[in-house]
């Protein structure tokens, strides 16, 4: 089975701070991405990105950079941590056809 | 990608089957349906997917009518565990960036009932 790895479960941050969100995919996917979910508004892409260095913007990529350096690994930054960015952020990686997602980070920002 | 409607929530009893239905009226011929699901606290969970043919896996059955604008998602007998957030995704095959891209809405609340 495809392992999306997200590196911390829960997160605490200041704000202003510089956040970083880890994913590793064990499986050779060619595409990753990330989102976040808020409650009343759903799943909202942030960033994807379908090859190594490529990425791509989703529908809210305002107050994020993300990185791909190695395929297995998809990296979302937070350059200066906002309250407004308290959420739960969520991985994938797909292949082709079906996503399989990471447990989620849920960030605070205070 | 094609919109898609789906209820609100739904309940169903323990043991009994469970339908989804999802509405996707202005889907595209080269439009998949997908199914996801989310149980509280987790990631969406994959489930099934088709095109035009009926799909069945050991999760579920994927119901698609012949003029593909409305889907069923079927488990066959419901339980505990299967209370969750069914989300219903329509996005065109074929390769090449952000064709890999799913819009998620805001699903059905499915609760399984004892």
């Known amino acids: 089975d495809v392992k999306v790895t997200q590196s911390s479960r829960y997160l605490v941050k200041r704000t202003g701070e510089k956040v970083f969100l880890e994913c590793v995919q064990d499986?050779?996917?060619?595409?990753m991405f990330w989102y976040r979910q808020d409650p009343g508004l759903g799943l909202r892409l942030i960033y994807f990105?379908?090859?190594?260095?490529?990425?791509e913007k989703g529908d809210i990529p305002e107050g994020y950079s993300v990185s791909r350096e190695k395929k297995e690994r998809f990296s979302l930054i937070l350059e200066s941590a906002s309250t407004n960015q308290t959420s739960m952020y969520l991985c994938?990686?797909?292949?082709?056809?079906?996503?399989?997602f990471g447990s989620g980070t849920r960030l605070t920002v205070v | 990608d094609a919109k898609t409607t789906q209820p609100t929530s739904m309940d169903c009893a323990e043991g009994r089957a469970a339908n989804l239905p999802c509405n996707h009226s202005?889907?595209?011929?080269?439009?998949?349906v997908y199914w996801y699901r989310q149980i509280h606290s987790q990631g969406p969970q994959y489930i099934i997917h088709?095109?035009?043919n009926n799909e069945t896996n050991e999760m579920a059955s994927l119901i698609i009518t012949e003029d593909r604008k409305s889907s069923t998602l079927i488990l066959p007998h419901a339980t505990l565990r299967d209370t969750a957030v069914y989300y219903c995704?329509?996005?065109?095959?074929?390769?090449?960036?952000?064709?890999?891209?799913?819009?998620f809405g805001k699903g059905t609340l499915l609760t399984v009932n004892p």
């Open positions: 994938a990686s797909s292949l082709i056809r079906a996503y399989t």
């Open positions: 499986m050779d996917h060619e595409n």
């Open positions: 990105s379908y090859d190594v260095k490529m990425k």
């Open positions: 202005t889907i595209s011929g080269n439009e998949y």
């Open positions: 088709g095109l035009k």
């Open positions: 995704i329509v996005r065109v095959a074929g390769s090449g960036g952000s064709n890999y891209k799913l819009t």
